[in-house]
């Protein structure tokens, strides 16, 4: 409970201790994190499983039922910087994270238990330029692991909020920072790093998660004589190369592959960086256990428009031509939904899954992209063109989900364009080091849309419009609902199948963080953090969003009995 809110004089010891004691917090093992998703009481890994489905088995909250959910409570998370991060369930206790807090919280009564609070230095604006925010914590053996701001792991104990130990990744000062929910795979706690807008060379991590102690780093910009060195120029472009790793990454078990997403070559103009740019934009297969190499694939080649590979790597079993595939999937922010085989990285499919210009299409031989006639034009003469997607994507990073039941992705997806031109400017170390000019366009009409989409050849089998960008993740469940938010408050729930718009509440900031759903003692909740932020609230400059207030809080609600 918070000790700064003593309890009324009068309540007897008893019944203090009844309402208001912490529940049980016990180890989380390895098994428990594998069995995450078949385990609906709790809520143990960023994506709720290791193959980041956001799908859950629990169907008390259907079709039919939906619309009796209330709320059961709300708290606020003393945050006006957007809230981001997929919570954490285990035995009772639910654990959030914000830019500078960490929470554990009575699950079924809102009430919190502990708080730890981080201190940062006046500039952590300057590393973290596209937010101060947090995606969500990670569990391991009664500890709870996160990222800050200013590039440093910590572990703390899951009980008490104590902090375990700390360690530093990078200087922030440089332009590094970490916002990204850590990964536990095969006992190992792996992170990545955010450099892309500042020149840095980016990395993943594997860190001993009792000690602190990094047992690895791989370097997503190869040095010169490593290998994919050979598809960056002879200069020292590689040292401020980017290749961030700030989303988390998925895990299969019985391969023992992480996949984690890698993100833009720095600067943006890739006019002085000619070349493919490996790992940039990329997906890597790696052991978690030493961080080697055992496959990639790479989106994006010679990334210009900050594309990305960073977004969500989803598991499932699909078929692709007649035949049942384990596959990794991805909707990226380049406007391709892409199929890859999961024990090797093959392509099976890519397709459009919204507008896009830059490329006509990803050749599925040589699974590199066919350049539009515009944007060699613009590599040839810098001159400036009009691109889709823009650099906020076809998909930003909000992550989608995936039903078995239905083998449909959702996704909210953006219907976005820019005017681009390369750009020159010089590097100066922790500075923004972009060296490209822009301007956004916006049809205040079409914003994006929630999509149904079939994965294998990216068309949507239904889709909801909306009028301002949604940059909410969705969660899918058995009972063929769709959950997601959008930047003007309203949490909503969908019909799987068909797309009809089931329920809403409004939770009077804008949602850009994941829901969840869980049960305990038979009764299935579902919790949204809302609190508006993101990179669109911040450059897209859309007046609408001014009207809308900032101000995280968590919502959790159920049935009306």
């Keep these: 409970m918070n000790p ?26 390895a098994a428990e994190l594998a069995a995450d998703q078949d385990t609906p009481g709790d809520v ?21 039922t939906v619309s009796r959910l209330v709320p059961v409570w709300n708290m606020s998370t003393n945050n006006m910087l957007g809230d981001e991060a997929q919570p954490l369930v285990h035995e009772g206790v639910m654990y959030y994270t914000t830019g500078k807090s960490t929470y554990a919280i009575n699950a079924l009564t809102g009430r919190m238990l502990w708080k730890h609070e981080l201190d940062y230095g006046p500039d952590i604006g300057r590393a973290a330029l596209s937010g101060q925010v947090n995606r969500g914590p990670a569990l391991l053996d009664g500890r709870l692991f996160r990222t800050t701001l200013d590039a440093h792991v910590i572990a703390l104990d899951a009980k008490t909020g104590k ?85 988390t990454g998925s895990y299969d078990p019985a391969l023992d592959l992480v996949y984690w997403g890698v993100g833009n070559a720095s600067p943006w103009n890739a006019q002085d960086r000619k070349g493919d740019n490996l790992y940039t934009a990329s997906v890597l297969a790696m052991r978690p256990k030493t961080g080697e190499l055992v496959w990639h694939y790479q989106f994006t080649p010679n990334d ?58 990803i050749d599925l031989v040589t699974g590199r992209p066919v350049e539009s006639a515009a944007l060699k034009r613009m590599r040839e003469t810098g001159e400036q063109i009009t691109v889709a997607p823009s650099a906020f994507g076809g998909k930003n990073w909000n992550p989608m989900s995936f039903s078995p039941n239905t ?59 909306w009028t301002i960008a949604n940059f909410s993740g969705t969660l899918a469940t058995a009972g063929d609902v769709v959950f997601t938010g959008t930047m003007e408050g309203e949490f909503l729930a969908f019909n799987a199948k068909n797309g009809e718009k089931l329920w809403s ?21 579902v919790t949204v953090a809302s609190g508006i932020g993101t990179v669109y609230l911040y450059f897209a400059g859309d007046e609408r969003l001014a009207t809308i207030p900032p101000g995280g809080s968590l919502w959790t609600f159920a049935l009306t009995p």
């Design 44 to 64: 143990l890994t960023s994506g709720m499983g290791y193959g980041q489905q956001r799908f859950s088995p629990l169907r008390q909250i259907d079709t039919r």
């Design 4 to 29: 700064s809110r003593p309890l009324p004089a009068l309540l007897p010891a008893a019944l203090a201790a009844c309402l208001f004691a912490a529940p049980a917090v016990h180890a989380q093992t």
């Design 407 to 465: 083998g449909l992705l959702y996704a909210n997806v953006l219907d976005n364009e820019w005017d681009y031109k390369p750009a020159k400017q010089p590097y100066e170390a922790g500075a923004p080091f972009i060296a490209m000019e822009a301007k956004w366009r916006f049809d205040p009409k079409a914003g994006g849309t929630l999509k149904a989409l079939d994965p294998v050849t990216g068309k949507a089998k239904w889709q909801h419009p």
């Design 505 to 525: 509440f409004q939770t009077g900031s804008g949602i850009v963080s994941q829901p969840i759903t869980w049960e305990h003692g038979g009764r299935q909740y």
């Design 304 to 361: 210009t428009f900050d594309y990305d590979g960073n977004n969500e790597l989803v598991h499932a079993d699909v078929t692709v031509d007649g035949k049942r595939r384990k596959v990794l999937m991805q909707a990226n922010r380049n406007g391709y939904l892409y199929v890859l085989d999961r024990a090797n990285g093959a392509l099976l499919a890519a397709n459009a899954f919204t507008k896009t210009t830059w490329a006509d299409r």
């Design 163 to 247: 902090e375990l130990w700390k360690s530093k990744s990078a200087d922030y000062t440089k332009g590094y920072s970490m916002s990204v929910a850590p990964l536990v795979a095969n006992g190992i706690l792996i992170t990545g790093i955010g450099c892309g807008e500042h020149g840095g060379r980016g990395y993943l991590e594997g860190w001993d998660p009792a000690t602190g102690r990094q047992l690895w780093r791989r370097y997503t910009v190869p040095a010169p004589g490593e290998a994919g060195s050979e598809t960056w120029p002879a200069t020292d472009a590689w040292t401020r190369g980017g290749g961030p790793a700030w989303l």
